[in-house]
């Protein structure tokens, strides 16, 4: 009897602690997959704020160079156009105008430690002075500030090179490139900063890290090659951090978004104990109910065992009274089956979370992917919308990214109102989107695309958007290919092409 009921309980607690171990598994990289997913788009965005301000700059220069060729006779302009450009531009400290011999012949400073002026253009600005939009890699001036350079060449309307004007930035100093980075600060440990082509920090909340060099390590190496994305990374003090990170537009600088790991796994400790409070009382009173029933089971077979030890009259009375056997069996398999669809149940519910985009609650990559491996696998064809929101980008920069956001939702419902029972509508990234559609032959699948087009067409977006447009291509597997990577691209293939026919329509592969 101790045996049985020993072997219950153990059978029920491994269990009960199975579940938890898979539980926090998931859950752990479910974190870790949104955080670098989050850190990479952050990335992203703060990318593009930042190209904003230093287009800014060169918008400005330009202008200002345009201007130039008629003042040069003029010291009194020339000063004046100095002063213009280092007031206009947030975040410029000095600016300057070059003649084509290197002399400086117009400087204005707005920083206090830099008065005088320089004579003559240094090698950092001479080196680069008729690239046209130029921005230096991170350098030291003659003042030992660490500095970054804008540069503008003058030229005549022949085309005649006669100078240039240019701005600095000290990176140390407080300045609007700093206030943009430092707007996104996080109190959890979460920080950005800003790295040049050759990896020298341009923005940092540590000062004394400004101008030193980042090159070696693999987030830097890989925003400097061009390349935008998210990793997991050790920094030289042995910390690992989660880091997203996107290249700019200009003067191949990057931005880096990074939060340590033990900020994103904080949570996981609290959902631990949240469980476990759930949990424990439910577990403990399913313990004592199985140490009842396997007492109850246990019991018939400590009567048989003393009915084998009687003799005569006594020992038939005592094998009568033994109750049968398999009505409590049954009733033991029922519990452990009870509690194992239970926990089953939950793991199935941890599973659908990871497949699932949280944001418009459609399935992720990962879902498309085991979907399609799904239709795959039974050989039932399917055909491939590829959808992108024309012009997202614009909606972004006018009303915001909560807006885009709630833009992204809406259409995720009017993909599900206008799509078929049993197609499957996706979002893989961004505005871009997929719906599967098993066994949807060329005309269905059409139908289907013009109706989602349609109806996006017609509906009043959230936030003041007003109505939007997409773009849908479409594929079919087998019939254009029995790669179904393949047939994915070709899906793209058709969505470019739709949006370079001018957008808002839909093309299907080959076309």
């Known amino acids: 009897m101790v045996l049985i009921v020993a072997l219950s309980i153990l059978t029920a607690m491994i269990a009960f602690i199975n579940a938890l171990v898979v539980a926090q598994i998931v859950q752990k990289d479910q974190l870790i997959a949104r955080s670098l997913e989050a850190n990479r788009a952050y990335a992203a965005k703060l990318a593009e704020t930042v190209d904003l301000y230093v287009e800014s700059i060169q918008r400005q220069l330009e202008v200002s160079a345009s201007r130039l060729p008629a003042m040069l006779a003029s010291q009194e ?37 830099l008065t005088e002026k320089p004579a003559e253009l240094s ?31 003058v030229r005549d309307a022949k085309g005649e090179y006669l100078g240039l004007v240019g701005a600095a930035i000290f990176l140390k100093r407080d300045n609007e490139l700093d206030r943009l980075i430092s707007v996104h600060f996080h109190h959890d440990g979460s920080y950005v900063y800003v790295v040049d082509s050759h990896g020298k920090i341009l923005v940092h909340r540590d000062k004394s890290r400004i101008g030193t060099s980042e090159s070696g390590n693999v987030v830097v190496d890989a925003v400097g090659r061009g390349e935008a994305g998210a990793m997991a990374v050790t920094n030289t003090r042995g910390k690992r951090f989660f880091a997203g990170y996107a290249p700019m537009r200009s003067g191949n600088w990057g931005v880096v978004v990074q939060t340590p790991e033990d900020v994103i796994l904080e949570p996981q400790q609290d959902l631990l104990w949240r469980s476990l409070l759930y949990s424990v009382p439910a577990a403990v009173l399913t313990l004592l109910l199985i140490y009842v029933l396997a007492r109850w089971i246990a019991q018939p077979l400590s009567r048989l065992a003393q009915a084998m030890l009687l003799r005569g009259d006594e020992g038939r009375a005592a094998l009568q009274g033994v109750s049968p056997w398999y009505f409590e069996a049954q009733q033991l398999r029922e519990a452990v089956g009870v509690t194992l669809a239970q926990h089953q149940r939950q793991i199935t519910e941890l599973n659908t979370e990871t497949l699932t985009d949280p944001m418009t609650r459609l399935l992720n990559r990962r879902g498309v992917e085991d979907e399609v491996e799904r239709l795959k696998a039974s050989r039932q064809p399917f055909a491939v919308l590829a959808l992108d929101i024309d012009h997202f980008k614009r909606v972004n920069d006018t009303f915001g990214h909560a807006a885009g956001d709630k833009v992204l939702i809406v259409l995720g419902d009017l993909m599900r109102a206008s799509i078929r029972a049993g197609d499957l509508p996706c979002r893989v990234g961004g505005e871009e989107f997929l719906v599967l559609m098993p066994a949807g032959d060329v005309g269905i699948a059409r139908r289907v695309a013009e109706r989602i087009r349609s109806t996006v067409e017609r509906t009043d977006m959230p936030e003041g958007v007003g109505r939007i447009t997409i773009s849908i291509g479409v594929a079919r597997w087998p019939e254009d290919s029995g790669d179904t990577d393949a047939v994915m691209k070709f899906a793209d293939q058709a969505l470019y092409g739709a949006k370079n026919a001018g957008r808002n329509r839909v093309v299907v592969y080959p076309f």
């Open 123 to 153: 090698r950092v600005e001479i080196d680069q002075r008729e690239v046209a939009g130029h921005v230096s890699a991170a350098y030291l001036s003659a003042k030992g500030f660490p500095t970054v350079l804008f540069s503008e060449p």
């Open 77 to 113: 302009a020339l000063d004046a156009e100095a002063l213009r450009v280092a007031k206009q531009s947030d975040g410029v400290v000095a600016a300057f105008v070059a003649d084509s011999a290197n002399r400086i012949i117009a400087f204005e400073s707005l920083a206090p430690e």
